[in-house]
């Protein structure tokens, strides 16, 4: 199979641990004889600084180009920290999600056995969780009008959803509760919300399409604390912009680490791949991130390839380095691994080389890890 892939490295650690998914997509290539050609594009700080723009024409059209896009992570500290910078990394990603209508952002959630004790969950809650977020991408609050009043002393975001941006990702969601365990969970805010009551209103009514899924609804301050204390219960979840980001940053929590988790974002045209952490700026260059949101995210490009004996290789290869405890600095302080040594032990696993004097050849000594 030949594909292209546009590859968006960011700012921080998104280089990083990009690269390391795209080894492993190499090796995968190269083992199923498939041809992935990249095409690297500027977003974000790293694209304004080289360009002046955090989303360059050329980028977008090298996305609307190609198979598939990965993305690391976009932002820096030095616009985070200035309220008033009129052009911001995130325009750029906002951009480019809203131009590709990449409406449904899918983010599973899962548990590994050996990253059990990181858990503020009890081993009884925790076994066999296993939960989808579709999480509502190019519409909502982020996307509304902003405004700052003349004199500065009042600012407004517009918060907007339509019935057919409602519909599209709830068939989406639908379909997939269909494949799964059958239940879907709504969070809104809908005792305050308008546009959390035309989300309830419009999943209503489409619920009867889909008689076989069980449908819940719940509120997003219910839905925080629930994520925590029962995530058992919670199956396909569906819910707005904002409440997705918030909700989905909580819910790695279970998993062990925000590094862990990954992301496929769909619409009417390419899709696009990224882990669902930031630029995580004070890891940058460091080599101490953890990889695997972006390496999961890796694997779910395969799979919209249609390559799924390639994505689950990949994924038996992130759980064997986790369970033989080749882990990152935030799920092990003290015995922890680099980016690339589990980038590399990924690889070798997929290509069944893995080293027999791992001990020696990887561990990071003492003096690299801060
Ligand atoms: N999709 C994107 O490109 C996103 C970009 N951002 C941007 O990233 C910048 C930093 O934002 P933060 O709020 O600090 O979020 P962040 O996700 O970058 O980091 C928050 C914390 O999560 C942990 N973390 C995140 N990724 C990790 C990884 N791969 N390995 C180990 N630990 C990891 C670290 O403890 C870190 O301090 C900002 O400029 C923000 O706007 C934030 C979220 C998503
Ligand atoms: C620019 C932000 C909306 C990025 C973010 O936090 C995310 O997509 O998870
Ligand atoms: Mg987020």
């Not at 896009?69 to 030095?78: D, N, R, S, T």
């Not at 912009?241 to 940053?249: A, H």
């Not at 995210?297 to 395969?302: R, T, W, Y």
């Not at 003290?334 to 561990?363: H, M, Q, V, W």
């Amino acid at each position: 199979m030949k594909k292209q892939i546009a590859v968006i490295l960011g700012d921080g650690i998104g280089p990083e641990v990009t690269q390391q998914s795209i080894k492993i997509l190499d090796a995968i290539a190269k083992q199923y004889n498939h041809e992935f050609t990249y095409e690297y594009c500027l977003m974000g700080a790293d694209a304004i600084d080289k360009t002046g723009s955090p989303l360059p024409d050329e980028t977008l059209t090298t996305c609307l180009a190609s198979d598939a896009i990965l993305f690391g992570a976009i932002g820096h500290p030095k616009y985070d920290n200035d309220p008033t910078a009129k052009v911001r990394p995130e325009q750029g990603l906002l951009k480019l999600r809203k131009s590709l209508q990449l409406f449904a952002n899918i983010r599973p959630v899962n548990t590994y056995t050996s990253l059990q004790h990181l858990s503020p969950l009890k081993a009884k809650n925790l076994e066999g969780v296993d939960f989808i977020i579709y999480r509502e991408l190019t519409g909502g609050i982020y996307f509304g009008k902003k405004e700052t009043s003349a004199d500065g002393q009042s600012a407004t975001d517009d918060c907007t959803y339509s019935i057919p941006e409602i519909e599209r990702i709830a068939h989406l969601a639908f379909q997939h509760a269909q494949k799964r365990r059958k239940k879907l969970t709504l969070v809104d805010k809908a005792n305050v919300l308008e546009t959390s009551r035309l989300w309830r209103k419009v999943v209503q009514d489409l619920s009867s399409q889909y008689a076989d899924v069980a449908v819940d609804y719940m509120f997003v301050d219910n839905a925080a604390m629930q994520i925590i204390v029962n995530p058992k219960q919670f199956d396909v979840v569906l819910t707005e912009n904002m409440f997705g980001d918030i909700i989905s940053d909580e819910a790695s929590v279970i998993s062990g680490s925000l590094g862990l988790l990954p992301s496929a974002s769909v619409g009417s045209s390419v899709a696009l791949f990224e882990p669902i952490h930031g630029s995580y700026p004070q890891a940058a260059g460091k080599d101490i991130a953890n990889p695997i949101g972006s390496i999961l995210s890796a694997a779910m490009l395969l799979d919209h390839f249609g390559l799924t004996v390639e994505a689950d290789l990949v994924r038996s290869g992130v759980e064997w380095t986790l369970q033989h405890g080749f882990v990152s600095k935030d799920i092990d302080p003290i015995n922890c691994y680099s980016t690339s040594a589990i980038g590399d032990l990924i690889r070798d696993f997929t290509e069944n080389k893995l080293p027999t004097d791992i001990n020696n050849n990887i561990r990071l000594s003492q003096s690299t890890i801060i």
